[in-house]
């Protein structure tokens, strides 16, 4: 049975076709079966992601300090450069006492228009020792906008230039960390993304609260009303949104997008039986029973299920006439004066007691018009602390104007810019250095054009916004981070990755070997028997010639 196939393999022909099929096979099949069953992986900068590891942010604040008249003598106004000296600062040096009479927001708005500081930079006006303008025991006047008036300490007349602005370098920086940012703001921001060797509880505390980064954010108003057969609730939200909220928002529109709506909820009760105090003769909720209201409530809420942004749940619960009044209680057993608390990262909930508001014998259900005066005056602080405006203590000696309706001043709406693009480059370099070292990790994903392209424009914009902090340009570095933490999300979440992440190598092969060896066993025999029978010629000729 050997006979016929050694004849094949002896046969000029037979040899010459075993040779074509495995040059088809070598030349052409392995390398279209090699290129068909690859993976594509689009090139990524690696160099540049890796740099983002030991990334070191350099925040510059411009400052820029005005003298008004009196404050230094004119051989000391000599002695300034020239660059310093303009038509601008004389116009301000006349201005400032028929302007100033008072801090008041008229006073504020008067050195605003005397020189319009960018988005980010801080004017600190240094006004003489003696001046009546602030009080004896303040020394630091802190406006509305980013202007500042600082009560200059003692100067000697023989004083240099660098003499006079080294004594005022303290009150300056208190300012402004004050005004911009402060050490502790941007390790709150960091918290999350990096390891700190000391966080302070306040400022742990304070980025806890906040919810974090995310370019939208949708904020509900919901009325609760667990007995409208007693209670017939009327709320004007859409005036107080416009009057309270909106100001507060649009202030906000460089950090994101807002979405406001509002709902009424009837016949929803809270999770918590509270206890009746026979003291004060009123129902109570202690500070420990608060965490569980929010799971009961938050069932009734719903969601947008088309929308990933994060929700900030403002609820005003009316107690029913059974358990009325209702008062919230602290830790230390006393009476909150807002009667209201909030949870991190989640809104607030506000008791709204109306059972002063009708007698016994009143008409059920009773008309109940809501002072919405009251109870957004409360949303809106807890909205602030929600979105990381974070409470400023300032040094002694320092007043702060309010913010007044626009619910936000200029300056605390930079502490907040500065914060999030401190929080946005830290976390879109997270996320690109993780997703880096997982596609270099697993060697099976997929690395489209477009996930290419979102890592690459991830990675530039990072580096346009560190370099416009290292500027001071916050507001441009506020804008390039937003792009990069949408664009490293983008990269990130991409369902390409997921393609051929479960398809490993031996499983290619557990696939493949069936069908290639059937095939390629006699090619290789074939291949074998060729070169043997040529050692054996080869070995025959040298024989003879012997």
């Known amino acids: 049975t050997l006979g016929p196939h050694l004849l094949l393999w002896t046969c000029p022909r037979g040899r010459y076709a075993a040779l074509a099929i495995a040059a088809v096979v070598i030349v052409v099949g392995i390398p279209l079966w090699w290129k068909t069953t690859e993976t594509y992986r689009a090139w990524l900068p ?20 005005v003298f008004s008249r009196g404050t230094l003598t004119p051989e000391q106004q000599k002695k300034f450069p020239l660059s310093h000296v303009n038509e601008k600062e004389h116009q301000v040096d006349v201005s400032i006492p028929e302007l100033l009479t008072s801090p008041s927001t008229e006073a504020d708005l008067s050195l605003h228009m005397l020189s319009e500081s960018s988005c980010g930079s801080v004017v600190v006006y240094v006004i003489p020792e003696t001046a009546a303008l602030l009080p004896e025991d303040v020394k630091v006047y802190v406006g509305q906008r980013r202007t500042a008036l600082l009560r200059s300490p003692p100067f000697k007349s023989s004083w240099s230039l660098k003499e006079v602005l080294s004594n005022l370098d303290v009150e300056v920086e ?94 929803a009760v809270l999770g918590v039986n509270p206890r009746f105090d026979n003291s004060v003769s009123a129902y109570t909720l202690s500070a420990d029973s608060l965490s569980h209201v929010i799971n009961p409530v938050e069932a009734r809420l719903g969601s947008n299920a088309a929308s990933s942004n994060p929700v900030l749940n403002f609820l005003l619960y009316v ?207 074939s291949l074998l028997k060729i070169v043997s029978e040529a050692k054996k010629r080869r070995a025959d000729k040298q024989a003879k010639s012997d």
């Open 46 to 65: 690696f160099s540049e992601i890796s740099e983002l590891d030991s990334l070191q942010l350099q925040l510059s604040v411009d400052i820029e300090v």
């Open 174 to 267: 208190q300012v402004v960390s004050t005004m911009s940012f402060s050490h502790q703001d941007i390790v709150a921001a960091l918290s999350d993304r990096v390891r700190m060797a000391k966080v302070t509880k306040e400022s742990m505390a304070d980025s806890m609260r906040a919810i974090k980064s995310s370019p939208g954010y949708e904020i509900t108003f919901s009325l609760l009303n667990p007995d409208p057969r007693s209670h017939s609730l009327h709320w004007d939200i859409e005036g107080a949104v416009q009057s309270c909220i909106q100001p507060l928002l649009n202030k906000l529109a460089p950090i994101a997008n807002f979405s406001v709506d509002s709902q009424i909820l009837y016949y």
């Open 319 to 525: 107690p029913d006439s059974h358990h009325s009044p209702l008062f919230i209680r602290d830790h230390s057993k006393r009476e909150v004066p807002s009667n209201a608390f909030h949870s991190p990262r989640w809104g607030g909930i506000m008791v709204y007691n109306v059972n002063e508001m009708y007698g016994p014998e009143a008409e059920r259900p009773v008309d109940i018009n809501i002072n919405m005066a009251k109870v957004m005056g409360v949303f809106l602080a807890q909205l602030r602390l929600m979105l990381g405006v974070q409470h400023t203590h300032p040094p002694t000696g320092f007043v702060l104007q309010s913010p007044g309706s626009a619910g936000l001043a200029d300056w605390e709406l930079d502490r907040l810019l500065w914060s999030r693009s401190v929080e946005n480059i830290a976390t879109a370099s997270t996320t690109i250095t993780s997703l880096a070292q997982l596609l270099d990790q697993i060697g099976n994903i997929v690395i489209n054009d477009n996930i290419a392209q979102q890592v690459s424009s991830a990675v530039t914009s990072l580096q346009s916004a560190v370099a416009e902090l290292e500027a001071g340009n916050l507001a441009f570095a506020l804008q390039y981070s937003r792009e990069a933490i949408l664009a490293s999300e983008r990269a990130f979440f991409d369902p390409s990755l997921l393609h051929l992440l479960y398809f490993p190598d031996d499983q290619k092969f557990a696939i493949y070997i069936p069908l290639f060896l059937p095939m390629c066993v006699p090619i290789v025999l």
